[in-house]
């Protein structure tokens, strides 16, 4: 039997329960992302005038990316509705390309996964947040027709109000974390100063001094006739003497850009390019400015205060950092001690807590079982009583029943009302129902459940004889042979 005639039967368009992953599961995008919420949703989504810190801890599907995908949706519902007071979200997930350039900085004896996530810092973790930032906010400032990161328009007139000390930050910022490869790195950064009206002329004095000695020089030589005097040394030397200013901003600037590119260890910046962007600046216009040229947090907080003051100019009284996918990247490849090593740092609560600044990190569950085993001193610096825990992503059976209601209602046909009880015969009650979805534990796992239980019971049938209910016999042999290969993949015992 064609599980479409079942459906058809019921008055849906399509299996509700054929995807697993949210970031591609079309049904929860376009009909669940507003309606279908986990219990302690309150809790995670907070309230975004004030963003909040929550840790969040869930098993693999029990639905941590559509929560993260929720908190995008709603987040840009409330900026719609808060144009002067919106929030600047920052997608952290993709780690892998931070993971790879921080390994490159590192000799070969250091680049084996343990040896690399053991040298990674708190401010690897800022740098990495700070690139993810600017990079996407200068390309909204540019108008790049695909730009990085969560959409957020901002207006001509709010780039407008930015003043000279502003520009010279985010220019500065974009110096040292803009990491787009949409075009090159100098070009792409002087039409950002163009954008920002950031006028350099005043930085070209050394060059104009040399022009001008030269002219002198050379000009009172051939206007007095005083050709002997290139013979010898002293015209010359004159000349190579106006260069001295040049060459000395141009080796210290050269010297910041080497320490900075030698310290953000998760950019792609070479020194030489970086100097050239950086001989725009004067050099009262940078004295006394953070810049990331060590391994500490504080010049990093700083330049990040100098993101948040941009951005408050420009509409965003917040900024929201969404963490997901930890287990992912090809480094750390789902094991937990990798996992640990990498999250541990950014676990500070001075981050954390940090003024007009929210982390929303849904981690792996198995990443809980390691804070058991800290010491006194990780929850001092981490104080997560302060942090909106919540140790597991739990899920009822109510509540998972209630989610498989909606996915169904969500593809129905136009004038049908199916229900999920209609599927089974008289003999599976709503509580038999609900009892066994609370053994599942997750939706992902229920959606494979009904998934598989469908193709059962169209196997279980010809075309010229449907049954258009699933009988008790083999919902129960179905999910009894559902929980023992889940609990082999618990065990590790096969692949899930």
Not at 97 to 124: A, G, H, Q
Not at 395 to 412: F, K, N
């Amino acid at each position: 039997m064609n599980i479409q005639q079942f459906f058809d039967h019921h008055g849906l368009s399509s299996n509700p329960f054929v995807e697993e992953d949210a970031q591609t599961d079309l049904v929860f995008k376009e009909h669940c992302l507003k309606e279908i919420f986990h219990p302690a949703w309150d809790k995670i989504y907070g309230n975004p005038s004030e963003p909040a810190t929550s840790l969040v801890f869930g098993e693999k599907g029990s639905g941590k990316t559509a929560i993260r995908l929720q908190l995008l949706e709603h987040v840009n519902q409330y900026n719609r509705e808060h144009a002067g007071e919106r929030v600047f979200v920052i997608d952290y997930v993709d780690f892998n390309p931070f993971l790879d350039r921080f390994r490159e900085t590192l000799s070969s004896r250091r680049r084996k996964p343990d040896r690399v996530l053991s040298e990674w810092k708190l401010w690897d973790h800022i740098d990495a947040i700070l690139s993810l930032g600017i990079t996407g906010l200068a390309d909204r400032i540019l108008g790049v027709s695909h730009p990085t990161g969560v959409a957020s328009e901002i207006e001509k007139s709010a780039i407008r109000s930015l003043d000279r000390n502003q520009a010279r930050d985010l220019l500065l910022l974009a110096a040292c974390y803009d990491q787009s490869t949409a075009e090159t790195f100098k070009g792409r950064w002087h039409r950002l100063r163009r954008k920002l009206r950031f006028r350099t002329f005043s930085t070209y004095w050394d060059i104009a001094l040399c022009v001008l000695v030269t002219c002198l020089v050379f000009g009172m030589i051939f206007w007095q006739g005083w050709w002997d005097t290139l013979r010898t040394p002293w015209p010359y030397a004159i000349v190579l003497v106006s260069l001295l200013p040049r060459v000395a901003r141009i080796w210290k600037w050269f010297w910041s850009a080497r320490q900075i590119a030698k310290h953000v260890r998760t950019g792609n910046h070479r020194a030489w390019p970086l100097c050239k962007v950086l001989l725009n600046f004067s050099g009262s216009e940078l004295g006394g400015q953070p810049l990331p040229n060590k391994d500490r947090t504080d010049d990093r907080f700083e330049l990040f205060c100098k993101l948040q003051a941009i951005l408050q100019t420009l509409g965003f009284s917040g900024v929201l950092v969404l963490v997901d996918r930890v287990d992912e990247p090809h480094l750390i490849n789902g094991r937990a001690d990798f996992m640990k090593a990498f999250l541990w740092p950014l676990l500070d609560n001075k981050l954390l807590k940090h003024p007009g600044l929210g982390f929303k990190l849904l981690l792996p569950i198995e990443v809980e079982h390691y804070l058991e085993r800290e010491d006194r001193a990780f929850f001092q610096r981490a104080r997560l009583d302060k942090q909106n825990m919540i140790p597991s992503l739990e899920w009822t059976g109510e509540a998972l029943y209630d989610v498989a209601s909606a996915r169904i209602r969500a593809c129905a046909k136009s004038g049908s009302e199916p229900a999920l009880r209609g599927w089974f015969d008289s003999s599976v009650s709503e509580q038999r129902l609900i009892e066994a979805f609370r053994s599942l534990r997750v939706p992902r796992h229920l959606f494979k459940f009904l998934y598989r239980l469908l193709v059962e019971h169209g196997n279980a049938h010809t075309d010229d004889n449907p049954s258009w209910q699933i009988s008790s016999e083999l919902f129960e042999s179905v999910l009894a042979v559902y929980l023992r290969d889940q609990d082999q993949v618990d065990r590790g015992l096969r692949a899930g």
